[in-house]
């Protein structure tokens, strides 16, 4: 289903992505992110944005979509615990541009998500102060219209917020003080006992949303970083894919079935024969990653063009979980009930027609079976057209 939609647009609940003709949906026990609200973030302003499995963020330079996938990033950071300014490192450019600040000098800005899963759907709000000082002056976390966490900035001179979570028992709501740096939602599991029924439906939410948002990984390759070997490391792909070599090292020797379809992914998006995709350790610990030509010759990735670097990294990206890409996961959940998220921005930068093609056909293959999700920015999303699966938010300038 193709969904267009606009940065200037008024949010409003988004209808769910209805399941791909092949008949395959969403896994009840997956906890997923379905929409995506920027209320009053850098460029946009009252917007909702639709997420399916595959979603391509598509406009011209500037319409907003490297931002859109900020603020995904960060509610992800904040899910798994991090502080303020570890999720938004630059806050002040997440200001609206033209906000103007209050009588004390306040200027901030409104982002949340919604979350699907064993809970129901389950919206989270969160507003946020850049100046003078970084900090929640206001969280919201609600399922089926009821209000289950709410706080607000009472004394501007504390750094704490004061919270209001939904108990249900001899006392309607508990109310305590939280951090006023730290995502209220992703605390509630340590603040909440879990005695009434009222305290268990908080718990459910507040674990549906995390789970959900915590899985992700933001790719976007550098192939200025990736043509030459690399030390032996972790094993586990960076953001930038720049130790590339050294992964291809350890997947291609963990499981020979996953490596077989990247080298038919790498055959169909690189010019010429492709028999294998190597990894080879050289002289002083450093690998470097080849493709086999099966005559003989040998391509070092140094010598492959830009936009093959980056095919090749997208595919082995879509090509392997959690394990192998450096992502924080909840690890307190069993990976069957989690959904790894890959942002990938730039996603058609550099790819010529072949390639976008390849790649959307092995991003809608693994996506629908449902253990990954991809929102991607795109200039154009026209090539993307008449794919089963695919969701296209269409921003205007």
């Not at 946020?128 to 289950?148: K, S």
């Not at 094993?235 to 020979?256: F, I, K, M, Q, S």
């Not at 690998?287 to 997208?314: C, K, M, N, P």
Request: net charge positive.
């Amino acid at each position: 289903m193709a969904v267009s939609t606009s940065s200037s647009a008024s949010a409003a609940p988004v209808p769910p992505v209805p399941a791909t003709p092949g008949g395959h949906e969403e896994h009840p026990d997956r906890p997923h992110i379905t929409e995506l609200r920027l209320s009053a973030f850098a460029g946009h302003r009252g917007a909702g944005f639709p997420l399916g499995r595959l979603t391509l963020f598509a406009g011209p330079s500037g319409c907003g979509k490297s931002s859109a996938l900020r603020a995904y990033e960060a509610l992800a950071r904040l899910a798994a615990g991090a502080r303020l300014g570890e999720a938004f490192p630059d806050p002040v450019a997440c200001v609206p541009e033209r906000a103007r600040p209050d009588a004390q000098h306040r200027r901030g800005f409104r982002i949340g998500c919604t979350a699907d899963g064993p809970a129901g759907p389950v919206r989270l709000d969160v507003a946020v102060q850049a100046e003078p000082a970084l900090r929640v002056v206001g969280e919201r976390l609600t399922a089926d219209g009821l209000v289950l966490l709410q706080t607000a900035l009472r004394d501007p001179g504390r750094r704490a917020v004061q919270a209001a979570w939904h108990t249900a028992g001899p006392a309607p709501v508990t109310r305590a003080p939280l951090p006023d740096d730290r995502l209220g939602t992703a605390l509630l599991p340590l603040r909440v006992a879990g005695k009434t029924d009222g305290q268990r439906r908080v718990l459910a939410a507040a674990e549906q949303m995390v789970v959900a948002l915590r899985s992700v990984y933001a790719c976007d390759p550098l192939p200025g970083r990736m043509r030459e070997p690399v030390p032996v490391g972790s094993g586990r792909l960076l953001g930038g894919c720049d130790n590339l070599a050294d992964v291809l090292r350890r997947t291609r020797t963990e499981c020979g079935r996953r490596h077989a379809q990247l080298v038919a992914a790498v055959r169909a998006g690189c010019a010429g024969p492709v028999a294998d995709v190597r990894a080879e350790t050289l002289p002083g610990g450093l690998v470097e990653a080849l493709l086999d030509r099966g005559d003989g010759i040998r391509t070092g990735l140094g010598r492959l063009g830009h936009g093959e670097l980056r095919y090749v990294a997208f595919a082995l990206v879509l090509l392997t979980g959690p394990g192998v890409l450096e992502v924080d996961t909840a690890r307190e959940v069993p990976a069957a009930l989690q959904t790894l998220t890959v942002l990938a921005d730039g996603l058609d930068r550099g790819l010529d027609t072949r390639q976008r093609g390849a790649l959307l056909r092995l991003a809608a293959r693994m996506c629908e079976r449902g253990h990954i999700r991809l929102v991607g920015a795109v200039n154009d999303a026209s090539w993307a057209d008449g794919t089963d699966g695919v969701t296209v938010v269409d921003l205007e300038p």
